[in-house]
């Protein structure tokens, strides 16, 4: 497949857009819109626009179709890959920003459907969740400012997915403007449909690079009757693993987040952030969090305490905190989620999303460690979302180092990673998507057929390639990011 | 669109095949593979081939895409649609049964995953999974011949979907073999994987015109601690959804089924199978049977006799039954599984499988009543998977009438029924696919740029329209039947 070359906005196309559209809709160029969320580059683009409506998107997109101009859809800024961020090199695109369709159209508590416009922020949806007394379970740490159509975009994971599954499966129908402009309507409320090849799951998770979500119905769920948290230091990734099963048993679905800790995380959160107080006088090597949600009649403290004295007649579990408060329950969720921040502060050479068999985590970790020493003295923090098998194996410069020392490294680093990776049948990208800087990822480790057919879906849907351009599948030939 | 025409099978097209494959490959043409289940039509074939690997499967695609022949994908035979029946007039296809590939490739029970061949009886991998101490909750009233890569290829629902999803959201990778004989390797055990376009979703209800599923990847749950079942006669469907929403509140993800049963559907018991002895004296006019696994530390019969006093002080439920026994749980399930045998003795004018919004199915029903009272004096069996908006609605003659004396009003029947789903915003085909048989419906009801996007994506991926030619989507200008 060769790619049309694309061309620049230029004030003729700019006039055209004018006479269509409300003067609302043309935002200043501010370099919000254009900075990768880590600073790893700063992007570029000839407009922002922020349309209102969805025939206002449909307008923007038969434009730029009809004058071959690439087009960035922008949600909240915050993808991690680089999804939203064109570098500059080719021709500047027309940057959409869903920013302003921020309508919660409808809440059918009684369906435990809400159906919202792209804009809306992840957060703002949790609150109308629980206004109508039920749960969006989707979080990750970016729900203040992500929104809701850059969730479903980039398929987002977080903490939940284990219980409810990744965004893709909290979504029961979407409205999405195709690149030449024309609209889907497939805002169902359905909870069964075969009619039909499944366009709702082709959309979610392509980056906006098969066209652009404008508004989405999502699944709600009831909220767990009693909810609890335990912190339990485990022996290694096996022993928690076993634990995980052994709660499964156990508590069902009652599972709502099994997240792995380190102690390099705990470590770093003592160097970057003391005030986040340890509840452990000694800090364990492997921790886990565990939350639980359960129905009626069951006490969350009490589950959890059976579950932590079975670990520890199995030689799983060596000591462990069960929350005696919300309180507490806060204090030991804060634990696990200033980890990232404590990362920001120490500086990562080389950060990987990275996900595997659930049997194979336990070998992975030790022999990924192990070929990572042949490279140097590093500091690994490796933690997540246990699971779903998805962990964040992060490489850091020996204490006191800085990363920018190590910058030559980086390369070899991600190399051996995601080598070890796709050598043990896992995931180069577990949550955060190809966007632009895991494009050579996707080449070298993809099925080359599931790459064709890839192809041939995006020359289908977006033949002048003007969706989302060198984000998942760049134009052959040329240069990429990573 | 068009669609290059396809050519008939000749012999020098047969001789080339078994140079290349096993004489195995090679089964008798038995009118068995020709017949629609419901004895609707018989189709043609020109050959009925059985590969039993991958490869063979691969070397037949690509002999036929070479020669433009059609291929229709066979797995039990079991499709209520006519996905897997070509009606004669046009030139005979290659019929692809899958009926050899029937190995367990391995059970990861630590993992939640088996991997299978497409041909695997349903119900021999329920009792793989038993075997693993594990459960593969899909399950269909055609289990014992139904095939996983034709539940897959359909999308099949079933009375667990409430609890555990679609066959879609119990498939974690797919192997498939493109139109053209390329092979996808996506057999991924992974729980999150975000790299490049859902492809997996996309071939999982395409009913064998993308490609065809030679092997699955499938999630395992854990079996639930306890299980129960509840008989309750309740005062009408909206009752019946004010229940579940109390079920759920208190039991979370425990129910695992809530199916609406119409006083109908055990009159017809009475009429067909005297055998099957009803629980009550008096017929209620809605019952709805309530199936829960709970975790451990909570007891079935206690939580269901809660829900039931909850229900009769709201005035929901007038009476109920709980089961004491395994004995009675299966007296209980037989009623709702003997239903459709009942159905087919009786003999229906027009059968629906439709869904609504969950909020537009009390009003839907006698909608639907009084519209088809206009048409004439009809018995209507409503029943089926209340919890996924999903209905069974089917029409029959009165009491001592047959079927046949009915069939000139059976297109009306369907177009009433099916346009007021339609007004209603819901689907006419919620579990059971397209196939032959509803794409004019598709046409009728569907969105047309979803259709669009459809036709885009079957051109891209199976450029010459072998693959199940005439499913889902006709060529255009293609008489149908239906």
């Given at each position: 497949?060769?790619?049309?070359?694309?061309?620049?906005?230029?004030?003729?196309?700019?006039?055209?857009?004018?006479?269509?559209?409300?003067?609302?809709?043309?935002?200043?160029?501010?370099?919000?819109?254009?900075?990768?969320?880590?600073?790893?580059?700063?992007?570029?683009?000839?407009?922002?626009?922020?349309?209102?409506?969805?025939?206002?998107?449909?307008?923007?997109?038969?434009?730029?179709?009809?004058?071959?101009?690439?087009?960035?859809?922008?949600?909240?800024?915050?993808?991690?890959?680089?999804?939203?961020?064109?570098?500059?090199?080719?021709?500047?695109?027309?940057?959409?920003?869903?920013?302003?369709?921020?309508?919660?159209?409808?809440?059918?508590?009684?369906?435990?459907?809400?159906?919202?416009?792209?804009?809306?922020?992840?957060?703002?949806?949790?609150?109308?969740?629980?206004?109508?007394?039920?749960?969006?379970?989707?979080?990750?740490?970016?729900?203040?400012?992500?929104?809701?159509?850059?969730?479903?975009?980039?398929?987002?994971?977080?903490?939940?997915?284990?219980?409810?599954?990744?965004?893709?499966?909290?979504?029961?129908?979407?409205?999405?403007?195709?690149?030449?402009?024309?609209?889907?309507?497939?805002?169902?409320?359905?909870?069964?449909?075969?009619?039909?090849?499944?366009?709702?799951?082709?959309?979610?998770?392509?980056?906006?690079?098969?066209?652009?979500?404008?508004?989405?119905?999502?699944?709600?769920?009831?909220?767990?009757?009693?909810?609890?948290?335990?912190?339990?230091?485990?022996?290694?990734?096996?022993?928690?693993?076993?634990?995980?099963?052994?709660?499964?048993?156990?508590?069902?679905?009652?599972?709502?987040?099994?997240e792995l800790i380190h102690r390099a995380g705990l470590e770093f959160l003592t160097e970057t952030l003391p005030?986040?107080?340890?509840?452990?006088?000694?800090?364990?090597?492997?921790?886990?969090?565990?939350?639980?949600?359960?129905?009626?009649?069951?006490?969350?403290?009490?589950?959890?305490?059976?579950?932590?004295?079975?670990?520890?007649?199995?030689?799983?579990?060596?000591?462990?905190?069960?929350?005696?408060?919300?309180?507490?329950?806060?204090?030991?969720?804060?634990?696990?989620?200033?980890?990232?921040?404590?990362?920001?502060?120490?500086?990562?050479?080389?950060?990987?999303?990275?996900?595997?068999?659930?049997?194979?985590?336990?070998?992975?970790?030790?022999?990924?460690?192990?070929?990572?020493?042949?490279?140097?003295?590093?500091?690994?923090?490796?933690?997540?979302?246990?699971?779903?098998?998805?962990?964040?194996?992060?490489?850091?410069?020996?204490?006191?180092?800085?990363?920018?020392?190590?910058?030559?490294?980086?390369?070899?680093?991600?190399?051996?990673?995601?080598?070890?990776?796709?050598?043990?049948?896992?995931?180069?990208?577990?949550?955060h998507g190809i966007g632009r800087l895991k494009t050579g990822?996707?080449?070298?480790?993809?099925?080359?057929?599931?790459?064709?057919?890839?192809?041939?879906?995006?020359?289908?849907?977006?033949?002048?390639?003007?969706?989302?351009?060198?984000?998942?599948?760049?134009?052959?030939?040329?240069?990429?990011?990573?």
């Amino acid at each position: 497949m060769t790619q049309s070359p694309l061309n620049s906005v230029d004030d003729g196309f700019l006039d055209g857009l004018r006479a269509q559209l409300p003067a609302a809709c043309f935002r200043p160029l501010s370099p919000a819109y254009l900075e990768e969320p880590r600073g790893r580059w700063m992007g570029h683009a000839a407009a922002v626009l922020a349309p209102s409506t969805v025939l206002e998107v449909s307008a923007i997109m038969a434009a730029c179709h009809g004058a071959r101009i690439g087009v960035v859809p922008y949600g909240g800024g915050t993808g991690l890959v680089g999804g939203q961020v064109m570098p500059k090199g080719g021709p500047a695109p027309v940057l959409l920003s869903l920013e302003r369709m921020t309508t919660l159209r409808a809440v059918h508590a009684d369906e435990n459907v809400m159906v919202v416009e792209a804009g809306a922020i992840l957060q703002d949806i949790h609150v109308a969740a629980e206004e109508a007394e039920r749960l969006f379970p989707l979080t990750i740490a970016a729900k203040g400012s992500a929104r809701i159509g850059g969730n479903l975009a980039t398929n987002a994971g977080g903490v939940n997915v284990l219980r409810y599954g990744n965004a893709r499966d909290l979504c029961l129908g979407l409205e999405v403007v195709l690149a030449d402009g024309r609209i889907w309507n497939g805002l169902s409320r359905l909870r069964k449909d075969n009619t039909g090849y499944d366009m709702r799951n082709l959309m979610i998770g392509s980056e906006g690079t098969l066209g652009v979500i404008t508004a989405a119905a999502l699944k709600l769920v009831a909220r767990p009757a009693r909810e609890g948290t335990a912190l339990m230091a485990v022996r290694d990734p096996a022993a928690a693993l076993d634990l995980l099963a052994r709660a499964r048993a156990q508590m069902g679905e009652g599972i709502s987040a099994f997240e792995l800790i380190h102690r390099a995380g705990l470590e770093f959160l003592t160097e970057t952030l003391p005030d986040v107080r340890l509840p452990f006088a000694q800090i364990p090597e492997w921790l886990v969090l565990v939350d639980v949600g359960l129905a009626e009649g069951l006490d969350p403290a009490t589950a959890l305490e059976a579950l932590f004295v079975a670990g520890r007649e199995a030689g799983w579990v060596m000591d462990g905190l069960i929350a005696q408060s919300e309180a507490q329950r806060h204090a030991f969720w804060n634990l696990r989620e200033k980890i990232p921040e404590a990362n920001r502060r120490i500086g990562a050479i080389s950060s990987h999303d990275i996900s595997l068999p659930l049997g194979e985590i336990a070998a992975f970790i030790p022999r990924a460690k192990a070929e990572l020493a042949k490279l140097g003295g590093f500091r690994i923090n490796c933690f997540g979302h246990l699971g779903d098998g998805n962990l964040h194996f992060n490489v850091f410069p020996p204490k006191g180092g800085d990363k920018a020392d190590y910058a030559d490294l980086r390369d070899a680093i991600k190399t051996c990673v995601h080598d070890l990776v796709d050598v043990m049948d896992g995931s180069v990208s577990a949550e955060h998507g190809i966007g632009r800087l895991k494009t050579g990822d996707l080449e070298r480790y993809g099925d080359p057929v599931k790459l064709e057919m890839m192809r041939a879906v995006k020359a289908a849907l977006d033949p002048r390639g003007i969706l989302n351009p060198g984000a998942v599948l760049p134009a052959e030939g040329r240069s990429r990011l990573g």
